[in-house]
Nanobody, 121 residues
Framework: QVQLVESGGGLVQAGGSLRLSCTAS????????MGWFRQAPGREREFVAG????????YYADSVKGRFTISKDNAKNTVYLQMNSLKPEDTAAYYC??????????????WGQGTQVTVSS
């Protein structure tokens, strides 16, 4: 059974930082694209950041470029999202995702259960 388990969410003040983690299990993810999406109340889920399993290529939404960094630890089957200079508009539930072809697709094959990030002003 494939599982993507997120952790690291919480409450932070504007300008602060958080690091999200996503540990993948249940299959071999070699060759998969891994990434993060978010969904704020009343809004559609949106792509945030993604990378290849090797970590050689990374992708970011314009809204987070220069502030968020995605990285991987293949030995731990874990993907990280380092979020700096957080803004209130970053408040959302953040979801880890995996897809064998494209992580920017709106419907990745696998999803995590989500972790809440709340940024206070």
């Amino acid at each position: 059974q494939v599982q993507l388990v997120e952790s690291g969410g919480g409450l932070v003040q504007a300008g602060g930082s958080l690091r999200l983690s996503c540990t993948a299990s249940g299959r071999t993810f070699s060759g998969y694209r891994m990434g993060w999406f978010r969904q704020a109340p009343g809004r559609e889920r949106e792509f945030v950041a993604g990378c290849t399993w090797s970590g050689g290529s990374t992708y970011y939404a314009d809204s987070v470029k220069g502030r968020f960094t995605i990285s991987k630890d293949n030995a731990k089957n874990t993907v990280y999202l380092q979020m700096n200079s957080l803004k209130p508009e970053d408040t959302a539930a953040y979801y880890c995702a995996a897809d064998p072809y494209s992580i920017t697709t709106p419907t990745p094959l696998y999803w995590g259960q989500g972790t809440q990030v709340t940024v206070s002003s």
